[in-house]
């Protein structure tokens, strides 16, 4: 079990890129939800003690890793957002190097990771090759390859997804599936569908705050009847954004269809829809922007 107490990070030039982050992470598959520059990066080097948090506590099981970083690093696999070594030698050599970083000493031992690894990520026919020819998809089934040199109980992977195409965004998430149930994996992204497809607990992280934590099937549950859509014309999207919370506008077949978000039946030919996560997560990032707008009104209030 992974908890975090209370953790900010405030940088140097003043952002607060986390701010009270409380949570409790239980083994399987985590996701942890957010737009861009919400803070998640930053959340992933903290927990993987590639940087100390400005006030907070985290615990791995009985490890303080705040004051035994070497503790935590034994049992973590970390797949950061940009694992930029991608080196002119072969998979094979690359991951039996890391081996030997990781500590690893015995030939045998390495030889018998090593092998079990590219066969696990369906690298085995290209472990000759130089990883620097790799596809984006192919480097990022060697980063989880290397991340799980050692058998680690806590596995980091950031971002992993992104840029990746839809079959082998499918693949690696089949792969992140099947490593197993007795492990903590906490899976940081900003893509609805990578959470929803595989991860019985999330949180969505905001400019640096959790909005919200639970069972992506719970939360759906929570939001029926509350996601309301309209096909409209795109000239009137202004006046509806005024009139409704609009979570999401998508175009379909030429047209514009909205959701909005109201906790009754809006009336005006608008159609009850069964949200889904992304409704759920639009959602919560509109009631994020409704905090800040309301917070900055008080703020220029009281300046005033
Ligand atoms: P995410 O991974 O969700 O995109 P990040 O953790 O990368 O978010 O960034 C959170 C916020 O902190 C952003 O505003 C970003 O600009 C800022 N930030 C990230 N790294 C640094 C840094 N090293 N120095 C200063 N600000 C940073």
Same mark, same amino acid.
């Given at each position: ?53 400005? /006030?907070?506590?985290?615990? *791995? ?29 072969? $998979? ?6 890391? $081996? ?5 000493? /015995? ?174 997560? *639009? /959602? ?21």
């Amino acid at each position: 079990m992974l908890e975090l107490k209370n953790v900010s990070h405030l940088y140097p030039n003043g952002v607060r890129a986390l701010d009270d982050v409380s949570l409790s992470i239980s083994k399987g598959m985590f996701g942890l939800l957010g737009p861009n520059g919400a803070g998640k990066s930053t959340l992933m080097r903290t927990v993987a003690t590639l940087q100390t948090p400005t /006030s907070g506590k985290i615990h *791995f099981d009985d490890i303080d890793i705040l004051a035994e970083p070497e503790a935590l690093r034994r049992r973590l696999g970390y797949l950061p957002q940009d694992f930029g070594v991608y080196p002119r030698v072969s $998979a094979y050599d690359m991951l039996d190097h890391m $081996a030997v970083l990781k500590g690893i000493a /015995s030939r045998a031992d390495r030889r018998d990771t090593v092998e079990t690894l590219l066969n696990q990520t369906n690298l085995w026919a290209v472990r000759k090759k130089a990883i620097a020819g790799f596809s984006g998809g192919m480097r990022q089934r060697f980063g989880i390859a290397q991340a799980l040199i050692g058998n680690p109980d806590l596995i980091i992977v950031d971002e992993p997804t992104a840029g990746l195409d839809p079959e082998e965004r499918n693949r690696f998430l089949n792969l992140l599936a099947e490593i197993g149930e007795n492990v903590v994996i906490i899976l940081s992204t900003h893509i609805v569908e990578d959470v929803a497809d595989l991860c019985p607990a999330m949180a969505v992280l905001v400019g640096g705050s959790i909005r919200l934590e639970g069972a992506p099937r719970l939360l759906i549950e929570r939001a029926k009847g509350t996601i309301w859509a309209k096909t409209i014309e795109r000239s009137e999207l202004d006046a509806y954004r005024s009139m409704y919370e609009v979570i999401s506008t998508r175009l379909f077949a030429g047209e514009t269809i909205i959701h909005i978000l109201c906790d009754h039946d809006p009336g005006d030919r608008f159609r009850a829809v069964d949200g889904g996560l992304e409704d759920v997560y *639009f /959602s919560t990032l509109a009631a994020s922007r409704r905090n800040r707008t309301s917070g900055e009104v008080d703020e220029a209030a009281q300046a005033a």
